[in-house]
Structure formats: C-alpha cells, structure tokens
C-alpha cells in the first residue's frame, strides 16, 4: 500500500473488525475501547477528522478554536480551570475530501477538579490531530504531556499563543527554549497564534494530509485495540497454556528416553513443537496459519542455540553412548546396561526443559504474529510511503514504541 484512501481503509478496517472473534467477557472487558473504535470507524466513513486543543489551564486554549471557527462557540469568559469536560464543536467543509472537523475543547491537564483526568486525555489522544497550545516557554509537565502523546504516536502541533505583548527578540528566544525541550528529531512545528498563521497552517495541513491522518488514526487504534485484546488473552489463559506445555513435555519426555533412534528422536520432537505451537495458538483464539507456525519454529530454533544445535547435539552423543551400552551388554552379562537408565532420565529431563523453554518462546512469537484474518493494520502502516516523511515522523515512533519484546513477559505460561 502506497498511498492511503479514506474509502479503502475504511472497507479495510470494517472487514478487519468483523473477522475479530471477542467472547462475552472481552466485550464486556473492553467496551470502553471498542465504543471509541466504532466511533472512529464511523468517523472514518463519514470523512471527519477530530482535532483536539490540549495544554495547561489558561492559555487560551477555547481562544484558538474559536479562531478556527471564526466564532465565539467556546467559552472564553470563565475563570481558568472551571471547564471540567470535553466541549466539541463540528466545523462542516464543503469541496473536499474530508466533509468536516470536529473541534475538541478540553480543560487544562493541570486543574485538579477535573472529573476522570485519564478519560480526558485519551479522548484526546483519539483525535487525528492534536494541538498542544503554550502561553511562552514550556515547564516540566507541558514537556512530560507533549512525551506522552508522541509515545502514543500521535501528530502534534504547538500552537504559541498570547504573544501580543512580547517583543520579536523576546518570542524568538521563547520559541528556541521550546525547540530545546522538544526532541530533536521530531520537528514538531510551533505555529503563533496571530492573525491568519494558525488558520492557514491548519487549512494546508487538511487539504494536503487531512485524508491520510484521518487513515492512520484509525489504523493505529485498530492496531492498538488488538494489542490490548491479545495481551489480555495471553494473561488469562496463562494456566491453561501451562498445562498444555506441562502435557507436551511428559510426551516428549517418554518418547525421548525409550527411543533409541536419533532420527526418529528429532523428527518426533519437531512434531511435538509444532504441534505445540497449533495447540497454543488455539488456547490464546489467536489464528496462525500453517506457514506461520513453520516461521515461528524457524525463529525460536535459529534465536535459541539450546533449542537447535546444542539440543540436537546432546541427543545424538547420549542416543550413541546408549546404543554403543545396548551392543555390549551381551559382552558384559548386563552390567554396561547400569547406565542406561541414567542417560535415559537425563534426555528425559533435557527434553522437558527444552520444551518448556519453546513453550515460552511460541507464547511470544504466537503474540508477535497472530492476526485475525489477511488484515493486519500493523503491517498496514509500515507498507505506506510517504512523499513528505518529516509530516510523518510520528508514525516511525509509533512503530519503533510498539515493540512488544518487554511488554507480557510476566504473562507468558
């Protein structure tokens, strides 16, 4: 995928979500994600982009957008800090792609009346557009939101606003102490609120990539959805996958310690792996094909030298060592055959651990790769190309944040 089209996405993520098999509880569990899904699913058909205004109490925040709207729809005559809810507004567009913009006006992250401060700032943080309003340089806490909205992935705009009373040298100092702060390779733009700066800027910026915002908003909240569902799967069927590596490990075990062949040792145990690996994908509802299991198994054997060289090795010196024992018990009344059990209990063992180690690793990769159908929104986004990447740079910091190698280790059987 090349380019991004409102209509395709949205046929894309529609069949995406009804390939999606959630029991009662997981739609109970997540109701609250899968209403704000929906909602950007709809939002996606209708062609509406969201922008959300966020910042600190007081900087004007309800002022922008009424700039924007070109009318005093957002109250501004309040005391600071006495908006404690989400106000919206839709701003129709006519001859365009995107067929409207929907206004979010929010109170400021540092009032500490606000009801349910976190469903506030995810709010938000669905929008396809966030600006981030200042007053003049920014403190810790502007800095620590602004962290938390990139880490999410999210397309950020500092709008500078209340600037009236300064001197040019004076907001040129401002804006690079704000550059400082920022990270360096993000280059979020700092617009000043005056006269048309902020009105243009936003109007170029929709009429250019106002579709394709739109599309990777809504990508990367299906994506983010299907996370949180998988992860949750991996933590409640934690015990059930144990007991299936637990079954899959005597197995193996008792195939290993009687079978004098070596061949027929390597070739069962793969059996076993990876029918270990169809049976917990199984457990987890999550679907793998059979080339996918083939992969996993070619990961965890090339990633884990125990698992594929060193196990291989150990088998087939032991399997030797018991068939050199077998050929001369006839020659030693019995007595070379005293070792025989030894060796046997020592494969044995060697064969549990190892599959309890694949167990783990499956667990991981399963996580890793499952998907529900041919869709993957993931895979979705890292296909696009962008003929303006510094636009997008906040979608490589999405992707380079989602590695899942830390994030369910507590989790795995």
């Keep these: 995928m090349k380019k991004l089209n409102i209509n395709k996405t949205y046929l894309l993520l529609k069949n995406w979500w009804e390939t999606i098999e959630l029991t009662n509880y997981e739609k109970s569990f997540f109701n609250r994600e899968i209403i704000s899904f929906n909602q950007q699913l709809f939002r996606l058909k209708e062609k509406k982009i969201r922008i959300g205004a966020y910042g600190k109490s007081g900087v004007g925040k309800s002022s922008v957008l009424n700039s924007l709207l070109k009318k005093d729809i957002f109250k501004t005559d309040i005391i600071n800090g006495s908006k404690k809810e989400i106000q919206s507004e839709e701003l129709p567009l006519n001859d365009q792609t995107i067929k409207s913009i929907e206004l979010l006006d929010s109170p400021g992250f540092d009032f500490c009346d606000i009801k349910c401060p976190e469903k506030i700032y995810t709010h ?17 806490n502007e800095v620590s939101e602004i962290n938390s909205f990139i880490k999410d992935g999210k397309k950020i705009i500092l709008i500078l606003n209340k600037i009236d009373l300064l001197k040019k040298n004076e907001l040129k100092e401002i804006i690079e102490n704000i550059k400082f702060k920022l990270p360096k390779d993000l280059n979020i733009p700092i617009i000043i609120n005056h006269e048309k700066n902020l009105e243009n800027y936003i109007t170029k910026i929709i009429n250019q990539y106002g579709e394709i915002l739109l599309s990777l908003n809504s990508l990367q909240l299906a994506d983010k959805l299907f996370l949180q569902v998988k992860e949750h799967r991996l933590k409640r069927r934690q ?75 150990i088998n087939t010196s032991f399997n030797l060592v018991r068939k050199v024992i ?88």
């Excluded at 938000?124 to 810790?140: K, T």
């Excluded at 144990?242 to 079978?259: E, Y």
């Excluded at 027929?264 to 080339?291: C, H, P, R």
Aim: hydrophobic fraction near 45%.
């Design 124 to 140: 938000i943080n669905h929008s396809d557009l966030i600006l981030f309003v200042v007053a003049g340089d920014i403190n810790r």
């Design 239 to 313: 015990k059930l996958a144990q007991s299936t590596i637990g079954k899959f490990s005597t197995i193996k075990a008792s195939a290993v310690a009687l079978n004098p062949f070596i061949f027929l040792d390597v070739a069962g145990s793969f059996a076993l792996d990876t029918a270990l690996i169809s049976e917990l994908s199984k457990i987890y509802g999550l679907n793998l094909k059979g080339e996918s299991t083939r992969k996993i198994f070619k990961n965890i054997s090339i990633n884990n030298l125990f698992l594929g060289v060193t196990q291989v090795g």
């Design 326 to 413: 077998l050929l001369t018990a006839p020659f030693t009344n019995g007595l070379s055959l005293l070792p025989y059990g030894p060796i046997a209990i020592i494969q044995a063992a060697i064969a549990i651990h190892s599959t309890k180690i694949l167990g783990k690793l499956a667990a991981k990769e399963i996580f890793k790769r499952s998907k529900v159908s041919h869709i993957d929104p993931s895979i979705m986004i890292q296909n696009i190309t962008f003929k303006e990447p510094e636009i997008f740079n906040h979608i490589n910091i999405y992707l380079s944040n989602r590695n899942l190698n830390n994030n369910f280790v507590s989790f795995l059987p």
